[in-house]
């Protein structure tokens, strides 16, 4: 379709299969929460809906500030300000609101909502800040905050930073910890104990081996950030474990079907 025109395609072909094999169904993760309905992105509103909607996951992005206080907000700046969370002490930004009207939410704001709903993973995106020793004091700090709150069961990490990662690692053998980066292959991910990649669609698109040889090696496998139908469906057949996207009610409805493949 063009507007209200119709235009043929061509002609594709079909396998056809009197004994399909199910398609295996990847789980839904808010890409910072469910941000819809007055609810602002990485929002407290917005973990709640994601909660309410009855997914796997909503991620979320945090930044550590020089006092050493966990504030969730995805830039490295708060919208409104020029203040950069990582250089300012938390009492010079807690005043700042979100779209929504809701103050700068805290990593403490957010785990407390977490323990109103046992069924929702937090997907904690540790941002890539200025220097290697605030990556750290972030990674530790995260740590130290889940577990005074008991939910290390409930928590998910993902860092484009690789040192990130594998300070988690260290720190958490059994935690789940993905590298979002998307420059590396899995085996060699695999290798330094970090148990997902959580890449970019074209990550995966320009390399189509990665999913399989992902799960060769016991890994899971995330995409980031899925909004289209026609791309769910492309991730879908690509057999991955998580879809990352800004429109979850869209996804987890599609995920409503049955899907089977010839193959």
Not at 68 to 93: A, C, F, R
Not at 103 to 110: A, R
């Amino acid at each position: 379709m063009r507007g209200q025109n119709q235009y043929p395609l061509g002609i594709t072909q079909l396998t056809y299969s009197n004994n399909p094999a199910r398609v295996a169904k990847p789980r839904v993760i808010a890409h910072r929460g469910y941000h819809k309905d007055g609810a602002a992105q990485n929002s407290v509103a917005a973990l709640a809906k994601a909660q309410e909607l009855g997914i796997y996951g909503s991620e979320f992005d945090v930044w550590i500030t020089a006092d050493g206080k966990v504030v969730i907000n995805h830039d490295s700046t708060v919208p409104g300000s020029s203040l950069v969370i990582e250089n300012v002490n938390y009492d010079q930004i807690k005043d700042l609101t979100l779209a929504n009207g809701e103050k700068l939410p805290t990593l403490d704001d957010y785990l407390e909502q977490a323990t109103k709903n046992a069924d929702t993973k937090l997907i904690l995106e540790i941002k890539r800040h200025s220097s290697a020793a605030n990556n750290a004091r972030a990674a530790d700090a995260v740590i130290e905050a889940v577990k005074a709150k008991g939910l290390t069961d409930r928590v998910e990490y993902i860092a484009f930073d690789y040192t990130t990662c594998k300070r988690i690692v260290n720190a958490l053998p059994g935690a789940m910890v993905q590298y979002l980066n998307g420059d590396l292959a899995p085996a060699a991910v695999r290798q330094d104990g970090i148990g997902g990649i959580d890449y970019r669609f074209s990550a995966y698109s320009g390399n189509p081996g990665w999913v399989k040889e992902a799960h060769a090696n016991g890994m899971v496998t995330n995409v980031w950030t899925v909004d289209t139908v026609q791309d769910m469906m492309t991730c879908i057949a690509w057999g991955m474990d998580f879809i990352t996207t800004n429109n979850p009610e869209t996804l987890k409805e599609l995920l409503t079907r049955t899907f089977v493949s010839a193959n």
